[in-house]
């Protein structure tokens, strides 16, 4: 099995900034695509974030509502993934959900999810 624990959320005032990383462990191969999604109250998930690591370098994908505040890392090392977020506003408020597309053999890969951290932007 592999999981996933998210830390960093918590109440920030509007202009502030947070930083979410997310550990991966357990029976793990390789870690594909990294991402962070998020869910407010009374929405649906939605994609923020991925990065793919590929033999040089690292691709990363943002929603058009968080480009240019967010930045999303991974350190493949530690099997980490971060999200920079900075310039937070109350719109950026809620449950945000760490993802992983783990191999745990050459021959089976599936998506993992996090058990979420709560971000509340203060006006």
């Known amino acids: 099995q592999v999981q996933l624990v998210e830390s960093g959320g918590g109440l920030v005032q509007a202009g502030g900034s947070l930083r979410l990383s997310c550990a991966a462990s357990?029976?793990?191969?390789?870690?594909?695509?990294m991402g962070w999604y998020r869910q407010a109250s009374g929405k649906q998930r939605e994609l923020v974030a991925t990065?793919?690591?590929?033999?040089?370098?690292?691709?990363?994908n943002y929603a058009d509502s968080v480009k240019g505040r967010f930045t999303i890392s991974r350190d493949d090392a530690k099997r980490m993934v971060y999200l920079q977020i900075n310039s937070l506003i109350p719109e950026d408020t809620g449950v945000y959900y760490c993802?992983?597309?783990?191999?745990?053999?050459?021959?089976?890969?599936?998506?993992?999810w996090g058990q979420g951290t709560q971000v509340t932007v203060s006006s």
């Open positions: 993802n992983a597309d783990v191999s745990t053999t050459m021959w089976s890969r599936r998506e993992y």
């Open positions: 357990g029976s793990i191969f390789k870690i594909n695509a």
């Open positions: 990065v793919t690591s590929l033999t040089s370098r690292s691709v990363t």
